[in-house]
């Protein structure tokens, strides 16, 4: 009897060998019963999973004004984002632009998304030239401003052939505008026609899109304005309509912040924006990561206000 029983033992032996041999190809359907082994992809999804949690699609931003001059600020911001958590910097562009390849390759190191931001708008500070004065309104605000006539062809495409200089930046995630993209009603007193001027806005929105997404269709367009109700009654900016990929909100007055953030999120933005300066950044910030929206701090917060923000980034 010893014998068939080593014949059956070897038998079943042999099969298991078999099985094993055709694992590569077996393994996704049987061999997590039999063996117990992974299917193909189980430690990267493990890993990726891992990888979400500690820097997750939810945005934890920094929009910075700096020229990045050198390598020690390039790798102080990169450096102290990295200890606060963050996983998204806005650059302005214009401040920006020369160091932007040591930037985003710091940027690429730190595991940290580049969106480039731009703060000019339709805005233009100083006096326009004589060959270009056509193109602005002929009034400036109270800070010596004058402002791009959207309803102009010639002076929209200014702005798109700025988008398409940032569009042509390697490494980029995304070209953000912010609340420039609009007119100041309350300090402009030439504006005689302010539904013509809201629909060039639309319009413009409209070019840049097209222009960005045929350069790079991997980029998103992304709008940064104030709270909609505000922004459209003073500023034009019905941006609401606007074509964008991803929309934010600048909360910055912490009062209001319950109201705005809901209205944001029901116009589908994908962050909103809070002030440095917020006593109550990181418990805001802790609110609206809570419940699915980003946030993007304006500037460096304080020292007391970096460690609780940090501590609320670290969980999302």
């Not at 920094?62 to 998204?88: E, K, P, R, Y």
């Not at 632009?97 to 708008?121: F, M, P, S, Y």
């Not at 062809?153 to 200014?158: G, I, L, V």
């Not at 398409?164 to 995630?173: D, L, T, W």
């Amino acid at each position: 009897m010893k014998k068939p029983q080593q014949k059956l033992a070897t038998t079943k032996l042999s099969s298991r060998f078999i099985i094993l041999a055709l694992c590569p190809v077996l393994c996704p359907v049987l061999c997590p019963v039999l063996f117990a082994c992974k299917p193909a992809g189980t430690v990267a999804s493990m890993e990726s999973s891992t990888r979400t949690k500690t820097n997750s699609t939810l945005v934890k931003g920094l929009w910075l004004g700096t020229n990045f001059a050198s390598q020690d600020t390039i790798q102080f911001v990169f450096a102290s984002m990295q200890t606060l958590h963050m996983n998204t910097i806005y650059p302005e562009y214009t401040m920006a632009k020369e160091h932007l390849d040591d930037v985003i390759a710091a940027a690429r190191n730190a595991n940290i998304r580049v969106v480039l931001w731009n703060q000019t708008g339709i805005k233009y500070l100083g006096v326009p030239n004589d060959s270009e004065r056509a193109l602005y309104l002929p009034c400036h605000d109270a800070d010596g401003k004058y402002y791009l006539d959207t309803t102009n062809p010639d002076a929209r495409q200014k702005v798109v052939d700025l988008a398409r200089e940032m569009a042509a930046v390697k490494g980029i995630s995304g070209i953000q505008f912010d609340d420039h993209m609009g007119y100041d009603t309350r300090n402009l007193s030439c504006i005689s026609n302010p539904e013509a001027l809201r629909a060039g806005l639309t319009t413009l929105s409209k070019s840049i899109y097209s222009a960005i997404h045929e350069i790079n269709s991997n980029v998103s367009v992304e709008i940064a304005s104030n709270p909609y109700a505000y922004a459209n009654k003073n500023f034009l900016a019905d941006w609401k309509n606007w074509k964008v990929d991803l929309k934010s909100v600048q909360t910055y007055v912490p009062a209001n912040f319950s109201t705005e953030l809901s209205a944001a999120q029901s116009l589908g933005a994908h962050a909103v924006g809070l002030h440095s300066s917020n006593p109550k950044l990181a418990s805001q910030a802790q609110i609206a990561l809570s419940q699915g929206t980003g946030v993007i701090v304006f500037n460096w917060p304080n020292a007391e206000q970096k460690d609780a923000l940090a501590s609320v980034f670290k969980n999302y």
